[in-house]
């Protein structure tokens, strides 16, 4: 029963560099979503995607792009990381309906410097 | 636009003593309530969740919290807290307008529980 799966666990950028957040759910939920979490910030949504091929920017969509082929995956795309992205990433999956609970993966730790 | 505030940061208590975890929110519509817990290294799991009818809710581990409309506050609270309830505590909205996931979270209270 894996749920939420996120990988790496931790990853270390230097500035400039690309990389792709991989985040897989075997639920068969129609929403994702990415969220970063930085102290005393709480969580913030980055992107968020509603079925396969339509995503939409959350609150935060700069420096981060997202693609949504499958049901089942919904990877994060940093172009070009800077010192600002440091943090720690969570995707999250539910199905899209107000009463379903957002099911989350144990997160990334992202470093750039 | 809707917003959550948790106003503490962190909570040290001693086990077996009650708690609260204090959240306001501000919306201009109807909202959704929820509370998330974080324990360390992990993601966010669901505590319990507010949506309609009674305004007490309450989760399987002995949490409880209330919607205060008046107030517009959700406010969790337990009588008695173990060491095992150390860990960090998110409130949520969603708008009623919402079809689901776009959660708006507060800041997270850090909830330490000591012997």
């Known amino acids: 029963n894996a749920g939420v799966t996120q990988t790496p666990k931790f990853q270390v950028l230097k500035t400039g560099q690309s990389m792709t957040l991989q985040c897989a759910q075997d639920?068969?939920?129609?929403?994702m979503s990415w969220y970063r979490q930085d102290p005393g910030m709480g969580l913030r949504l980055i992107h968020y995607?509603?079925?396969?091929?339509?995503?939409d920017q959350g609150e935060v969509p700069n420096g981060y792009n997202v693609s949504r082929s499958t049901t089942e995956d919904f990877p994060l795309r940093l172009l070009s990381a800077a010192p600002s992205q440091t943090s720690v990433y969570f995707c999250?999956?539910?199905?899209?309906?107000?009463?379903?609970?957002?099911?989350f993966g144990n997160g990334t730790r992202l470093t750039v410097t | 636009a809707q917003s959550v505030t948790q106003l503490d940061s962190q909570v040290p208590v001693f086990e077996e003593a009650p708690v609260e975890l204090r959240c306001n929110y501000s919306?201009?519509?109807?909202?959704?309530l929820f509370w998330y817990v974080q324990y360390p290294n992990q993601g966010l799991q669901l505590l319990l969740k507010?949506?309609?009818?009674?305004?007490l809710v309450e989760s399987i581990n002995g949490f409880e919290a209330e919607f205060n409309k008046s107030q517009t506050s959700f406010h969790l609270r337990k009588p008695s807290v173990h060491i095992s309830d150390t860990a960090e505590y998110f409130c949520a909205v969603s708008p009623d307008y919402n079809q689901g996931g776009k959660l708006i979270f507060g800041q997270g209270t850090e909830l330490s529980v000591k012997p």
């Open positions: 639920m068969n939920h129609e929403y």
């Open positions: 507010y949506l309609s009818g009674s305004t």
């Open positions: 999250a999956s539910g199905a899209y309906s107000y009463n379903s609970p957002l099911h």
């Open positions: 995607s509603v079925g396969a091929g339509i995503t």
């Open positions: 919306s201009s519509v109807s909202v959704y």
